[in-house]
């Protein structure tokens, strides 16, 4: 009896607050329709400094996770990142009572800080392994750095994928 390959897995290094990261979305949605549960997509923190909101985007994100909702979280607060820039906290609390969350525990959530361990911990982590800005993906050891350009990042990503998938 053969078990099938593990799923390859594929982090993205993500700013919730970054134009960039919500352009990433479509490669990211592609990957997953062509993959699926071979492909293990997952979010990582880099709040970057010039975004104001992005810690609390990555908190809030992190609440949204624990209730089951986060990459349909991610990717709501990824398509109003003009938004949030203005309106910050209210509007992520705001988008969690829209996905039918409980946005009072998302609010709690920002005040207690519960989730800053882990924001902390994915932005160090980065950090150490050489990523700079967002989108940053890390497969099969491999850093793609998409801050500057995602141009012919999904290919690279897929390559790497279905080599590891045959391996």
């Known amino acids: ?18 134009p960039d990261c919500r352009s990433a979305l479509t490669d990211i949605d592609a990957l997953r329709a062509r993959y699926g549960d071979t492909l ?5 923190h880099f709040p970057l400094e010039k975004h104001r909101h ?5 908190q809030a994100y992190e609440e949204a996770y624990a209730q089951g909702q986060g990459p349909r979280y991610a990717a709501a607060v990824l398509g109003r990142v003009e ?3 203005e309106r910050g906290e209210e509007l992520l609390v705001e988008i ?8 009072e525990e998302v609010d709690t959530a920002l005040i207690d800080g519960r989730h800053l361990l882990v924001v902390d911990s994915d932005q160090a982590e980065g950090k150490a392994i050489g990523v700079t800005g967002a989108p940053t993906y890390v497969i099969g050891g491999e850093l793609l750095d998409g801050s500057k350009s ?4 999904r ?6 994928t279905d080599h590891r998938l045959k391996a």
């Open 1 to 18: 009896m053969t078990h099938p390959a593990p799923p390859v897995v594929l982090e993205v290094w993500c700013d919730l607050q970054c």
């Open 40 to 44: 293990d997509i997952q979010w990582r």
């Open 54 to 58: 992005a810690l609390a985007a990555a």
């Open 83 to 85: 938004e949030l820039a």
């Open 96 to 103: 969690a009572r829209e996905l039918g969350l409980d946005a």
């Open 150 to 153: 995602q141009q012919g990042l």
């Open 155 to 160: 290919e690279r990503i897929a390559e790497i």
